[in-house]
């Protein structure tokens, strides 16, 4: 992957254009089964400081 288009670089931006604080470090819940087979949902998490309204196109 591309470390310019990651997952994580997406997260800063939306944080960043909201104004708040934010770790540079992410962690991921796996809430099911991922395997060849199955994509079970997955959360992707960032801490932050303050309030943030979610984009479109992201789940809250």
Do not use: I, K
Not at 17 to 46: I, L, N
Request: some cysteine; aromatic content about 6%; overall charge negative.
């Amino acid at each position: 992957m591309d470390r310019a288009n990651s997952p994580t670089d997406s997260f800063m931006a939306v944080l960043d254009q909201a104004g708040v604080r934010h770790s540079t470090h992410c962690f991921v819940v796996y809430e099911g089964m991922v395997d060849e087979d199955s994509d079970g949902p997955v959360e992707v998490c960032m801490a932050f400081e303050g309030e943030v309204d979610v984009p479109n196109g992201v789940a809250g």
